[in-house]
């Protein structure tokens, strides 16, 4: 059974910097686990924000951004805002399915 | 502009069944791969099955193989996931979401509201 492990909380100042990494049971996280990465707010579905690792959709927000970080994946917030308070998810996929990891829950303080 | 609208859950007994629908619209059905997550209550998301645009590729996670079915009409712009056998430890709000197609890369963007199934008898 695939495990997608994240930091179950991180908390951030406002206009700060933090790093959330999704890391595989399988080994390091490539390219080819097409990393997508989501931000759910309590009671409300969640948004998407990044795909195939670092690719950003029309609607997110210029100081969200992805990479590859030492075999994991990595989403970076940089000016961290109020708003952003809030749950964030990876997501891989493993040649025909997806596991999303646990979560990480992101406060802002 | 892209919707997707679930219905169809409810309240079912321990061993019954349920179909849950998504109904898109605002874009070209039939060229995208359709996710289905779940969210059980308090904790976190998971994946639980996908399908290529014509229907001809479908994918689970292991904990719903064998016991529900996902399937699309593209004529209808709709989504299904048919839900047998059902456990306490299924109950969750089900989210329909688009994933990638037609170029537009391995992503999941646009989601559902979602429909809450409670399994309990």
């Known amino acids: 059974q695939t495990v997608v492990t994240q930091e179950p909380s991180l908390t951030v100042s406002p206009g700060g910097t933090v790093t959330v990494t999704c890391a595989s049971s399988?080994?390091?996280?490539?390219?080819?686990?097409?990393p997508n990465w989501f931000q759910q707010k309590a009671g409300q579905a969640p948004r998407a924000l990044i795909y195939?690792?670092?690719n950003k959709h029309p609607w997110t927000p210029a100081r969200f951004s992805g990479s590859l970080l030492g075999g994991k994946a990595a989403l970076t917030l940089s000016g961290v805002q109020p708003e952003d308070e809030a749950e964030y998810y990876c997501?891989?996929?493993?040649?025909?399915?997806?596991?999303f990891g646990g979560g990480t829950k992101l406060t802002v303080l | 502009e892209v919707q997707l609208v679930e219905s169809g859950g409810g309240l079912v007994q321990p061993g019954g069944s349920l179909r849950l629908s998504c109904a898109a619209s605002?874009?070209?059905?039939?060229?995208?791969?359709m996710h289905w997550a779940r969210q059980s209550p308090g904790t976190g998301l998971v994946w639980v099955s996908h399908?290529?645009?014509?229907?001809?590729?479908?994918d689970y996670a292991d904990s719903v193989k064998g016991r529900f079915t996902i399937s699309r009409d593209n004529a209808m712009n709709t989504v299904y996931l048919q839900l047998n056998s059902l456990r306490a430890d299924d109950t969750a709000v089900y989210y329909c979401?688009?994933?990638?197609?037609?170029?537009?890369?391995?992503?999941?963007?646009?989601w559902g509201q979602g429909t809450l199934v409670t399994v309990s008898s």
């Open positions: 979401a688009r994933g990638g197609g037609g170029g537009s890369g391995w992503l999941v963007d646009f």
């Open positions: 605002g874009f070209t059905f039939r060229t995208r791969w």
């Open positions: 399908i290529n645009g014509d229907g001809s590729n479908t």
């Open positions: 399988t080994g390091p996280v490539t390219s080819g686990s097409h």
């Open positions: 195939d690792t670092s």
């Open positions: 997501l891989l996929y493993y040649g025909g399915a997806w596991v």
